[in-house]
């Protein structure tokens, strides 16, 4: 008994191992730390001594990404289908809702641009912490010295899981959102948007990079895009014709928290965080920094 109760003690004693998972869905799923004990200086630089395209600045290994990417691309798809089917079910309140086309496009508005831009909003809000230094400089004016120029190197080269998350669930949305551009014919342009969109937050994780500014450019700037998504609705070109005159206080609603979130995040937020973006990757660019190797073609 006693001898149970020794080895139960120095158990709760030893640090929880976490090793990658194959399917990414939970916040825990992204905290890694699969170095052993014993190799202290391969643990200390865990980001330098694995390939960076697979393995990033320390999270979960490309594998892992690739298919939690595809699961929730599969998600989206299935999520898209039954927004069709509950938006049939009411088609018969309006001969706008009876048309297949405008329902297929406000389900993809609604299950897909909606819902992921609202997830990567949900994600950066609830991990706020992890870029709480460019919020407290922010809020204070400018006047603060939480982004001092010294920990740059910190800012640009540590890893979030936060982050990581958010990234993953902003690839996917690019993924899908490409194949619906090309579906639906929006344009070549919003090709173009996607594959840039998409390249940035593949970079972000691997070879990884800024996941303390990635809060910001993935998720609390998508805020007002989120919005956005749903009073695209009402565009007679990319929307459904017709919709502002059965939803006319919709419409209205949605565009005033467009415009007041799109001067919050794009017009303020924005820039004020782009200073500093760059600022930190010329900085990190032109360093000595040891995990600036491998990563500067892609800061560029």
Known sequence: MCLGDNNNATSALKP????SSLLLLTHDSYLIDDIPDKDDANKHQKGEKKNLYIHGLGGPPVTS???TVAFYVAVLFFLEYLTRLFIAQYAYLDPVLDN???RGILARHIAVDFVSLFMCSYIAITNRHACKEIIQHGLSYGKSDSMSEEAFEERVFTYHPGAQRLMVIFFVYQVKNMYDTIYWGDGIEFVFHHIFAGAAAWGGMYPGYCHFYALFYFGFSEISTAILCLLANFDP??????????????KIVLGTLFVTSFIICRLIMWPF?????VKDTLKAIRSDAPRAEGRRGYMW
């Open 100 to 102: 297949e086309r405008n």
């Open 237 to 250: 070109e990319f929307g459904v014709d017709g919709l502002e005159k059965v939803f006319p206080k919709t």
């Open 273 to 277: 965080t782009t200073y500093y973006f």
């Open 16 to 19: 929880i191992r976490r090793t």
């Open 65 to 67: 990404t690739l298919v």
